[in-house]
């Protein structure tokens, strides 16, 4: 499903909308989905990236449009590892996986794991191979429901907002976490996107967004050195997950058709954030300190209420 630049150029936005329909060729497979189910991290929890796939595809007028439901949880791993000195240990997604594919009932799964799984450590062929065989196992789990996935590498380590700040730590330390990073742990999620893209089989799909946003911070540092999309290191800010975006709307043979009127983003941010607390308590999990989602009937009630307003706001 692309429209080529020329035409959205030229054709006023009424119009373009009315031509995507017959601008089909076969869209891929996420796009023919009833239900999309979004698993990860903090990144995933935190959900930009997911708003705003959301928004475009209806934007563009996606009919029927794939119900997006995203249970993200922070510091969650596929590997099942966790650092020492971490204030608890790290929830693997292995120990719901099978309650949310029950729950959910996808049949597309979009996943998004590496940023935790090499615990901020500098690479290492045992927890690597912890990664890979937590990734094995997720696709033999969603594959095992019918369901289709597709596979994110993890966006990229940034280090440069973390020197002033006593986070980082050279090669050779002993103790790394997430409190002293190995400065180099960008080399980590290098080589995890890596395996992801060139050496993985058996994926419907895999989408590089660690080459999407790498490449987008080094092209905005040839004026400003300083630049990042995630002021932590880690979690990306708007920019970055719209980046993130991006890169998986391409893989789905989608272009953005503006940049989204940031009322409506609002209000599908709004939505998923709901769905994503009630969907996540409702499937359950062992992170402490999350707080509960709405009962899941009150939350669809809620999310129905919002689903007018943004109705209403696509069609002004």
């Not at 891929?28 to 796939?53: C, E, M, Q, W």
């Not at 095992?144 to 996935?149: C, H, V, Y």
């Amino acid at each position: 499903m692309r429209v080529r630049s020329a035409l959205y150029r030229t054709l006023p936005a009424l119009i373009l909308l009315a031509a995507v329909a017959s601008l089909y060729a076969e869209p891929a497979f996420p796009l023919r989905a009833k239900r999309i189910l979004f698993l990860g991290d903090s990144i995933t929890h935190g959900g930009g990236y997911v708003a705003y796939i959301e928004t475009q595809l209806r934007l563009l007028g996606v009919d029927p449009l794939p119900e997006i439901i995203n249970i993200g949880l922070s510091s969650e791993t596929c590997s099942g590892l966790s650092e020492p000195g971490h204030p608890f240990p790290r929830p693997d997604v292995h120990e719901r996986l099978d309650r949310a594919l029950a729950a959910v009932q996808p049949d597309v799964v979009v996943a998004c794991y590496g940023m935790n799984d090499g615990i901020y450590h500098p690479l290492n062929e045992e927890r690597f191979a912890a990664y890979r065989d937590g990734v094995r196992l997720l696709i033999d789990k969603v594959h095992a429901t019918g369901a289709k996935l597709v596979l994110l590498t993890p966006p990229p380590f940034d280090p440069i907002p973390l020197e002033a700040k006593g986070k980082l730590q050279p090669a050779g330390q002993e103790v790394y976490g997430y409190t002293g990073m190995y400065a180099g742990y960008d080399e980590v999620l290098t080589r995890y996107a890596q395996w992801i893209m060139q050496e993985l089989e058996g994926v419907e799909m895999v989408v590089d967004v660690h080459a999407a946003v790498a490449k987008y911070v080094a092209d905005q540092r040839r004026e400003n050195p300083a630049f990042s999309v995630s002021p932590d290191g880690i979690h990306p800010n708007a920019d970055g997950h719209r980046v993130m975006a991006q890169a998986v709307l391409t893989a789905w043979g989608v272009i953005d058709v503006s940049e989204p009127d940031p009322e409506l983003l609002k209000l599908i941010t709004q939505k998923t954030h709901l769905l994503h607390d009630a969907w996540l308590s409702h499937v359950g999990h062992q992170r402490p300190g999350v707080k509960a989602g709405l009962p899941l009937p009150e939350a669809q009630q809620k999310a129905q209420e919002l689903e007018t307003k943004i109705a209403r706001r696509i069609e002004e």
